[in-house]
């Protein structure tokens, strides 16, 4: 459900920028919670013991940490927060919270090693899902690049 609100709200504010600074009210209460999950998440991955090929229950924080997923860990950098907080702009902190539409990825590729069945209607919505993303951040891209230098 957060992957769904980034995939929706950073391209909102990177292109259309509803609010005037970061730390207005509406931002702080639709972000800071989003992020927090976020973070929340990749701390759950990371602490969640899981069984190997040999039915014995892994418990290693190091092996643990080779599990995450990349585009998790991309997601939870607060890019955004440390741009803002080192004096950047506005637009230039909103540009930053790109990496929060990496989630989305992640959160495609764990229902993906979820779903035990190697059916070719399976490889076919997974393929259907990626295209879709990446069009999805083509078009953003685009319309910034458009909307800003016109």
Do not use: Q
């Amino acid at each position: 459900l957060v992957s769904v609100y980034h995939f929706v709200m950073v391209p909102v504010r990177a292109c259309f920028n509803p609010w005037k600074s970061m730390t207005s009210t509406t931002a702080l209460a639709t972000d800071l919670p989003a992020d927090a999950i976020t973070l929340l998440h990749l701390f759950v991955c990371a602490s969640t013991a899981y069984r190997n090929s040999k039915s014995v229950w892994v418990t290693s924080r190091v092996k643990l940490m080779r599990k995450i997923n990349v585009f998790v860990l991309l997601a939870a950098i607060p890019l955004d927060w440390f741009a803002h907080l080192s004096g950047a702009s506005n637009e230039a902190a909103c540009i930053l919270r790109f990496n929060k539409m990496f989630l989305l990825f992640g959160a495609i590729g764990a229902t993906h090693y979820n779903n035990n069945s190697k059916s070719s209607r399976w490889v076919v919505i997974r393929m259907v899902a990626l295209t879709a993303v990446t069009l999805h951040l083509s078009a953003c891209l685009w319309f910034f690049i458009g909307f800003h230098y016109r």
